[in-house]
């Protein structure tokens, strides 16, 4: 008897250690995230958690998804490689999380995404445009957000149309500012032009002084910026210092109420890229008024921003995906279910995957400063 009762325990150990490697439970999808909650670049992370947290916390206090609520497991790599590697094996090893979802940038999800892929975990929605996650199509990576190749494609189109012949390039020395540089010179080379110019700082510092003075040799018209909020700032402020009158046209991932904070009065005619709606105009399309509610019943309302709104549309994705998938989903199914959503509107904005496309948005737009005030140029 003695024998049999610890069989049955022994099984019962193993079953419950076979369904807690998927990440499921009867209760519980266990959702892991990994990006920059502390450091230079920490509000990017905080703003991507907060945002799919209040998204979470709503589908959860609903009733969650077929009766399992989202668990989200953090971790915070302050935006290092170095980091996430560590942290995301021990998400997938001992966290047991059944997706990866909302890092933070290219050279972390770099160096995340061939673990998830050797250990079959879906990678949903990195914070990064870069081609690499897109082209080929990686069954198990999933991105939400337009490409780089979307965003710089806008920003050359603009300063050519309005007269900017000259194209300068400052980006993070790492493989963001190669995959935002490889954009632009895609669209450079659609348009025969040629770069000015192409400066470099390195990842988490604000060292720009050299970039600058490269820069300033070249002397472009224009400069595209592919960098964080506290260094592109301070590029910015220098420039401007230096009697620099570039147009500084900067892109969706750094940041937008960071580097207007940062840049305090200089911040007039800088542009961004953005790949989400203008989460600030009250009379904007659903999507909008349903995040910017959500947020304020959360309390978050000071947090209200292009990044948190993002984290919020990360997650309805996620959601979908999950709910897809039905009540005894796996990763297989699960993935089967996200590639099965096409043209889905999401209040305002239409998501879709396919086996052959695993980005869900093309969505772009150009803001720029206007006498103090961000607008779209339109």
Known sequence: MKKIIFLISVFSLLLTACFAVDGITDDSIRVGMCNALTGPTSALGQGIMTGASVYFDNINNAGGINGRKIVLISKDDGYEPAN?????????????????FGYVGTPTSKAAVPIATVAGVPFIAPFTGAEAFRNPVNKYVFNV???????????????????????????QNDSYGDAGKAGVMKALKKRKMQLFGDARYAR?????????????VENPDAVIMVGAYKPCAAFIKKAKAAGMNWAFVNISFVGTKELLAELGSDKENVMITEVVPVPYETDSIPLVQSYRAAMT????????????????????????GLKKAGKDMDRDSFIAAMESISDLDI?????????????????????KVIDGKLQQIK
Do not use: C, W
């Open 84 to 100: 996430t590697v560590p942290n995301t094996n021990e998400l997938i090893d001992k966290e047991n999380v059944f997706v990866l």
């Open 145 to 171: 957000r337009a490409s780089y190749y979307d965003e710089t494609e806008v920003m050359v189109n603009y300063l050519v149309n309005n007269g900017y012949k000259k194209i300068g390039f400052f980006g």
């Open 204 to 216: 988490n510092t604000v060292e720009v002084d050299d970039a600058l003075t490269q820069l300033r």
């Open 297 to 320: 019943a959360a309390g978050q309302q000071d947090k209200i921003n292009f990044t948190s709104f993002e984290g919020y549309i990360d997650a309805m994705v996620l959601v979908e």
């Open 347 to 367: 209040g305002g904005l239409k998501i879709g995957f396919s086996p052959t496309n695993h980005q869900a948005l093309d969505y772009v737009i150009l803001t």
